[in-house]
């Protein structure tokens, strides 16, 4: 069991530019979520997704986000025209779904910061 | 929506010295989950709590799931300088269409002194 893992770990860009990030769960997991995070806070969810299906996406994300998981196993958060509120820790995580609770598995995340 | 309230927001501890941290919610939750996070880390898993009463250890670690079920507790027994960190309790919605998504609080910083 290798474990959440998230690419890259830290990334900086400028304002206006497009950002992707890939999280890769662990490997058995059917369930995979995406949450953000601000400093001084705890996480807070953008999405989640039960094998390629997205089954709820939060108010926080806005049209210039978006998620995807092609083939059930990877995923990919994407985030166009980046602005300064975009800096935060977006952190990975993945669960067994019903067989495995409500147990869910982070990976270390991706700090994001726009200049 | 949703909210959880965690207390202490933070702490000062030596070291030997047992901890408490508790969370509470306006609504029902199911399941109750116990994470600590280390800076510029993903929070990591500590104890899981599915039944209203149930307590559960792991190690010097001890939570309760609050019999009304909109409060839970932890213990850390005889602190160590790895205990530092931000703990945060995490629930799902009781019901309705979010299975799944937890809803965090807002932590609690521990700080142990050697």
């Known amino acids: 069991d290798t474990g959440v893992s998230q690419n890259p770990r830290h990334k900086i860009t400028k304002r206006g530019q497009n950002v992707t990030f890939r999280c890769d769960p662990i490997?058995?997991?059917?369930?995979l979520y995406w949450y953000r995070q601000t400093l001084g806070q705890g996480p807070e969810f953008l999405t989640y997704?039960?094998?390629?299906?997205?089954?709820?996406k939060s108010r926080l994300l806005s049209d210039r986000f978006s998620a995807e998981r092609p083939k059930g196993s990877f995923s990919t958060l994407e985030i166009q025209r980046t602005e300064q509120g975009d800096s935060a820790m977006y952190l990975c995580?993945?669960?067994?779904?019903?067989?495995?609770?409500?147990?869910?598995?982070f990976g270390p995340g991706t700090r994001l910061t726009v200049l | 929506g949703q909210q959880l309230n965690q207390s202490p927001q933070s702490m000062f501890i030596q070291e030997g010295e047992d901890v408490s941290m508790n969370c509470t919610s306006s609504?029902?939750?199911?399941?109750w989950l116990w994470y600590k996070q280390d800076p510029g880390e993903g929070p990591v898993l500590l104890i899981a709590?599915?039944?209203?009463?149930e307590l559960t250890s792991n190690g010097r670690l001890t939570a309760q799931f609050g019999i009304t079920r909109k409060d839970s507790f932890l213990n850390i027994s005889a602190s160590i300088p790895s205990d530092v960190g931000i703990y945060f309790c995490?629930?799902?919605?009781?019901?309705?269409?979010?299975?799944?998504?937890?809803?965090f609080g807002q932590g609690t910083i521990l700080t142990v002194h050697p």
């Open positions: 995580a993945s669960s067994r779904g019903r067989q495995g609770g409500n147990e869910q598995f």
């Open positions: 490997s058995e997991h059917n369930r």
């Open positions: 997704f039960q094998n390629e299906a997205q089954l709820e």
């Open positions: 609504s029902i939750f199911n399941t």
């Open positions: 709590l599915y039944k209203a009463g």
């Open positions: 995490a629930g799902p919605n009781a019901g309705g269409t979010s299975y799944g998504k937890l809803t």
